[in-house]
């Protein structure tokens, strides 16, 4: 198609210079070569939709897209009666996820606030004057704590899409980093992790991720969003892969953690 399209852009340049009764001559054959163009541009672009189509499920293709502050608003919204009334399954696709553009700052979650919960979750190390100044009940307890083994699970994502690129194996499990599921008690707030899974995986030649929350309160969203991109961020950066989209299911969303039994 490109070839053709460049073929048809030099007849016109020719036929600028030519006299009129030369152009009325020629017009059976541009006819003929646009026509030609516009089938090549028809097989193309369905040759690419096939394509596309093959990545992404036409369900997926469905999800409503939302930046990362639209997601916030929306679920704030939908939760607004607060206490413990919940929605289920709730979806949306996060299209520019780099760390800046989901940063979310509310008044429960400051940029510092935010910097210093996806530095733990990171498994970086962390100062206790940090500690001190953020770490606070009313931001997450221990369902919210993601950093045991962490960088282990990356240098895993790594090393699979390394090997695979096309792999369907590369997970960030989050609950049970030592004990195994049967072992689950749901007494526990430590085994039942807000978020339970990640799925990365390369799609249009970049590295998307799917998230799997249990549940998710409005409020600590920002947290969560930021901490994700980051590690997206990271695997990116090792096997140099640009970041793709980011797909955000979550089965019970509350508004804040005054919900009982989240």
């Known amino acids: 198609f490109g070839e053709m399209a460049g073929d048809a852009k030099e007849l016109l340049q020719s036929l600028n210079s030519l006299p009129e009764e030369r ?3 020629c017009y059976d054959e541009v006819q003929a070569l646009f026509k030609r163009v516009e089938a090549a541009k028809k097989s193309s672009q369905k040759k690419q939709s096939a394509e596309y189509a093959l990545e992404w499920s036409p369900q997926s293709l469905q999800f409503p897209r939302r930046t990362a ?5 929306e679920i704030l919204e939908l939760t607004r009666k607060g206490g413990d009334f919940t929605v289920h399954n709730y979806v949306a696709v996060i299209e520019d996820f780099t760390p800046e553009s989901v940063l979310v700052e509310t008044e429960l979650f400051p940029r510092g606030a935010i910097e210093f919960y996806t530095a733990k979750n990171m498994g970086w190390p962390i100062a206790e004057d940090d500690t001190a100044k953020w770490l606070t ?3 997450g307890g221990e369902q919210g704590d993601y950093r045991e083994g962490m960088q282990k699970k990356i240098a895993n ?3 699979c899409l390394r090997t695979h690129p096309h792999s ?3 997970i960030i499990p989050i609950p049970f980093a030592t004990e195994g599921s049967a072992n689950v008690d749901w007494t526990n707030a430590g085994q039942t992790k807000c978020c339970r899974e990640l799925h990365l995986y390369i799609a249009d030649g970049k590295l998307c991720c799917t998230g799997f929350l249990r549940v998710q309160n409005a409020t600590i969203f920002p947290k969560n969003v930021h901490f994700f991109a980051t590690l997206l961020k990271q695997v990116s950066e090792e096997i140099s892969v640009p970041v793709g989209e980011y797909t955000h299911f979550i089965s019970s969303v509350c508004h804040d953690r005054s919900a009982t039994q989240c």
Request: charged content about 45%.
């Open 23 to 25: 152009l009325l001559e």
């Open 137 to 139: 009940p009313g931001r």
């Open 168 to 170: 369907k194996r590369a």
């Open 157 to 159: 994502v790594v090393d």
């Open 69 to 73: 502050k639209e997601l916030s608003e």
